[in-house]
């Protein structure tokens, strides 16, 4: 499976709106300038992640989008799941007549790879990704002097 555009920006923003956040929900237009992405494009990323309950929207003037759980509780499989559908290394037919061969493939090789996999991207969540970001952020900010 390749990750898409989709799911890469939804990380991104995702990753910069957990770093933004205060008590004020954060504009996409911000989002979109910060991590220079499409703003259309965020509108219907954000969508998706709201509807699969990643985040919420607060209308109004001072409205944009906040985090619906916890960065600590948002799992980048979560992310993943919700704009690219569930993971899997290869695309399995239904009801397909399989031989021996090709069953004791999919249990040793196919079905080992999407577990492992899907363990390390449950154990990944926005947070850490969050404070990775940040470090490199004022990593980047320090003044040095000689």
């Keep these: 499976m390749k990750v898409s555009t989709r799911g890469r920006y939804g990380l991104r923003a995702l990753v910069d709106l957990a770093v933004n956040a205060g008590e004020d929900p954060v504009s996409l237009v ?42 600590t509780e948002i799992t980048v499989k979560d ?10 290394i290869i695309d399995r037919v239904p009801n397909s007549s399989q031989d021996g061969v090709q069953k004791v493939i999919e249990k040793l090789v196919w079905n080992e ?18 404070k990775e970001y940040q470090a490199g952020l004022e990593q980047e900010n320090c003044m040095y002097y000689i």
């Design 30 to 71: 911000q989002v979109a300038t910060r991590q220079n992405i499409s703003l259309n494009y965020l509108e219907q990323v954000f969508g998706t992640l709201r509807k699969a309950g990643i985040v919420i929207s607060i209308k109004g003037a001072g409205g944009g989008y906040k985090l619906a759980k916890l960065a």
């Design 113 to 130: 790879i999407d577990r492992k996999v899907n363990q390390f991207l449950e154990k990944k969540t926005i947070s850490m990704l969050a």
């Design 79 to 88: 992310v993943l799941e919700a704009l690219e559908g569930e993971f899997a």
